[in-house]
Structures are given as C-alpha cells and as structure tokens.
C-alpha cells in the first residue's frame, strides 16, 4: 500500500476519504491542489501529509508561481501536524530552483520509509511473545512514506511472530480505523479486530490487552502528545488498568520550540463528519458539534516513546537528534 | 415523546432504529413481537424493555399462549439488564388472569412514570448553577415510561433554569445519542451538542463538564454499574479529571442478588452493527469485530447514584428499599 505517487509534473494522492469501498486517485497539479487534498482528507497522518505538501510547493515551483503564499496555503490546511510545516519549511529552503527542491521532496520521503522502518524495529523490544496490541487510528502506510509508525511496530511483531492480535479502534468520526487500519492490516495477512472506541477501556480492564500504541501529530519537548482525538481516553484507560502505553513517531514529529501540550492549535472540524457519514444522517442536521480533531495526552500517561532513534523512556526532555 | 403505546389487544412501540428520519410505530400482537422489538432494539432502555415485556406477556396470556415460554422468550431477547426479567416475572405472579396481568403491567409503567420524576427531582440539588452535564446513550423519555433517568435529571435542571448545555455522545455504535438523545432534547428545546464518544475526555480536561450523568441496565449491591459500552471510559476521564460522576436509576434496576459487576452477563451483539450503517459500509464484510453492548464500571468511580428514592451516597451496599 502507497497512498501517494509522484510522476514528476503531478503528484497522484490515493483518495483515502473513498477507501476502502473504492480505489481512487486524485491528481494534484499544484500546490492549492495539494492543500485542498491535504484539507478534505484524501491525505492524512502527519508524515504524509508532510510529503504531499513538499512536492505541492515543488509544482507551484516548476510553474513559477507564488511560493511564499503557496506556502502559506498548504501551512494552513491542516494546523496541528508539525510535519507539514516543517517539510514545507525544508523545501521552501533548497529553492528556488525547482529541480533541487524536487530532490529535496524525494529526499524527505526516502528518510520517512527509513524512519519507518527504524521504528519497527525499535519497537520490537517493548512485544511481548503473543501479543495483543490496541492500535488508534491509521498510522500505518497510508499514513506515511513507509511501513507507518504504530503500525510499523505492529507489522515488525508479525513478521518477528510475537503477534497475537492487532486491535484496531475505528475512530469517529471519521473511521481511520475501520476503513483504512483494518483494510490495511487485512491486504496484509495481519490477525486484526474492529472495536468501537469506547469499547477499549473495558477491553483492558478485562486483561485483554498487553500493550497500546499510538502515532503522533506533534510531540512536545517535555513530551505531551497531540494525536487523533480519542487518544487521551485510551491513555487514560491504559493508566488505570496497567497496560503500557507507546508512542511511536520519527523526530521530525518533535516540536522541541513547544514545552506544554496546551500551546499546540487543536483543529475543529465542521458538524456534518459526526451528524452523517456519506449522506445517511446519523443526527438533524440543526444539531449543534463539538468535533476536535485532536486531542492532547499528558506526557506522564506515556510509557515510552518509539522513535527512528530508539526508544527513549521518562523522564523526558532531551531527545535524541536528527540523524543521529 | 412516548415510545410506547397500549392498545388493549396490542402495543404500539416507536421504532427507534428509524429515529429520527422516521417516526414509524411497530405493532406488537404477542410475546414474540414484543421479544423480537427488543431483540432488534426497535425499543431500548433498561425500564421501556421492561414494560415492551410486561405487555409482551399480556398479549400471550390474552391469547391463551403458554407463558412459560413467553417468559423466556422475553428474558432471553436481552440479557444485562435487570429490568426485564424482573418485569416479567411480576406480571407472570400476577397471572393467570389476563385483567390481573394487565393490570399489573400498567400499574408497572405508571411507577416507571412517578420514578422519572422523582429521579429528576433528586438529582437537582447535584446539579450547580449553569450546569454542562454529559451524558451517554439515551436516557429519557424514549428509554423509559417518563421523563427519564439521568435525562430526567438535565430535563428538571433545565426547568429550574440550572442548565448550561447538555453535552451527549453520540453512543457507538448505535447512535442513540446523536439519533435519539440529541433528537429528545432538541424536539423540548433543550440545548444540547452532540460529540464523538471519545471527544468527552478532553472537554473534561480542558474544564468544560461539570458533571457526567448516566443511566444504568443493572446495578449490583457493591454498586458496580452495567451500562451501555462507553460508560466505563467516561468514568475513568471523570476520575482523572475530578468531574462528579452520576448514575441515576430507579431501584427496580439494583440487583441486591449480585455483588460484583464481575457477575453480569455481558450482551455480545452482531460485527455489522460496527462495520456498516444502513448498508453503508464503515470496514469490509470480512472483518472481524468485538461488539460488546455493555461495560461494568466499578462502584469507586461513582460519586453518587441517583435513585427514585433521593440521592445514595458512598460506601455502597445499603440501599433504600422500594416503594420506601
């Protein structure tokens, strides 16, 4: 599975707000192209959103169009994930000649594959023989250059046989776990069991999960986690019954400039993602929503976190760097 | 709002798997209507199944059916909650005489009625100035033969003028909050705003609840709590975030014969309810599902129980007797 392809003049984004009924591609031919994607969710998961928006400023390049504001376009699309800033940040500064900001986005994408695969195998140590792993959202290769984060840990377990079950939330409101993770897992020959999200906590209070792990968005210095809403509950609930709790991510989804997880932008998202779903109305349309994409979970309902640079326990702080 | 409506020779039951685009009445004519209503949730509510069974059993004794089979019929549509059996075995003493049934079934829903509004009333002097209460699955009028449980208790505050907004899950994976709670209060003006199920942690964190309220299918004498799957993790998020959890219930739902919620049979439902929504698919048809209808949440993260016989406070394991 590779939700993107670039084909040197566009870049061709798999439309996940269509799968897994359907296999679509979406055409970007420009950055606002790319924003718009990025935006209604054809694309998602921090790094790959990171990668879209790259090569979205690299074709507003090759057209000779304004980058500052289609910097400032894809910047805006989605505001919580580091990584979009940041990718467009690192091309913006290989410009402007377009061929040096396309290797650029080439190169960022082949160090989010490695990072991927680094953090599998950095997961590996914290899976125990058989077992049960919860997993939120979509955090595997739809959601980034490579094998995913999360999910790359739950791939590594399978592949090392220490996988007893891959057990996937299916995250309202817009289902990242029943229609991209399960699909995912089950193209792969991967053991995996759909749950609502409320179902977990007594899941875990029953024994039946030996460890939880979770992607990112952005990652505080002191180690507070902004990832899909929903996150902090089964952190909580992880907490209360004992299970560990992991964060997987690559470096780039550090925000070392932020110390508190109460300065990351937390997106709201319109009402129609929870009164509906494809037209069938779930409730009236003149209900009143409260839909944040994301939540914050406090650094000290984590266990540890996986990194591309190993895994790094409490208390946190100082983090490995880049490239290290 | 009235899910219920007694005919004589036959009972009408709101069709809440078509709410709200359809206000459609099902006809029952026998026990086994009644059973099937309940079984496929046409009703729901610990206190409205157990009046759809008391009347099930009406009919059949009306028809000359055997009881002892209408009985366990009716128990076995839906296991957790109490009430069920309960009502039926009270009819079933009542017999052989169908007036005398009848009469026993009629006069169990009018308590129901008085319960509502004495659970409303209790719950008031819990309830603070410009109160944002959250609540889960439906428990109001649609969920019982009055006002409601803890629905009753937003209802009476409302009244009082105390009411700030009524935050209601939507309740995966049957919606009842998005499709039935939201559509209860809208419908008596009400302000209310409707969130993903796990949603509710954060507002509880960033200081946006005052107090959760639930209702409950069965209560043990420790205080354990079997109520719709979620409620667990809601307690747990109130827990952390010192926000007042509340279970209101009439005393018909304690279950002075069990101890521990360890005891309470859990309800297994059917994958498709969590893969698909009116032939809408969420995950594909093959994917394996864990679809518990209920979760026990244990008697040290309740602040206090709300009961038709005032508020019950900690330690649990005395309660007032009924009709006390």
Chains 1, 2 share one sequence.
């Not at 799968?19 to 979406?26: G, N, T």
């Not at 640079?309 to 946190?316: D, I, K, L, M, R």
């Amino acid at each position: 599975v590779t939700p993107l392809r670039w084909e040197g003049d566009r870049l061709q984004v798999l439309d996940q707000a269509r799968l897994p009924q359907e296999e679509a591609w979406r055409e970007c031919r420009s950055g606002a192209d790319a924003a718009a994607a990025i935006a209604e969710m054809a694309v998602r998961g921090a790094p790959a959103i990171g990668i879209t928006a790259a090569f979205g400023l690299v074709l507003d390049a090759r057209a000779g169009r304004d980058l500052a504001a289609a910097a400032s376009g894809l910047c805006a699309a989605r505001p919580t994930a580091v990584n979009l800033a940041a990718a467009v940040q690192r091309v913006l500064d290989a410009g402007p000649d377009p061929a040096a900001m396309e290797r650029e986005a080439l190169a960022l994408w082949e160090e989010d594959r490695r990072s991927c695969t680094a953090i599998g195998r950095a997961g590996l140590e914290r899976v125990p023989k058989g077992a049960r792993i919860l997993t939120h959202c979509n955090t595997g290769a739809l959601a980034t250059g490579g094998d995913g984060t999360a999910l790359a840990v739950i791939r590594e377990a399978h592949r090392a046989g220490k996988l007893g079950m891959a057990y996937c939330t299916e995250t309202r409101p817009w289902l990242q776990g029943a229609r991209l993770t399960a699909w995912e897992l089950g193209r792969d020959g991967i053991p995996r069991t759909l749950l609502v999200d409320s179902a977990a906590a007594s899941l875990m209070k029953a024994g039946g999960i030996d460890l939880v792990g979770v992607g990112a968005d952005r990652v505080t210095r002191c180690g507070d986690v902004a990832n899909k809403i929903g996150t902090l509950t089964l952190a909580l609930a992880a907490h209360a019954y004992g299970v560990p709790f992991y964060v997987a991510l690559p470096l780039t989804t550090l925000d070392l400039e932020l110390h508190s997880g109460d300065a990351i932008p937390i997106e709201q998202r319109g009402g129609d993602e929870v009164r509906a779903w494809r037209g069938v109305r779930f409730g009236e349309p003149d209900t009143p929503v409260y839909n944040p994409a994301f939540d914050v979970t406090p650094a000290h309902l984590v266990t540890a976190f996986i990194t591309d640079a190993g895994v790094v326990p409490p208390p946190y702080g100082s983090w490995p760097s880049r490239g290290a």
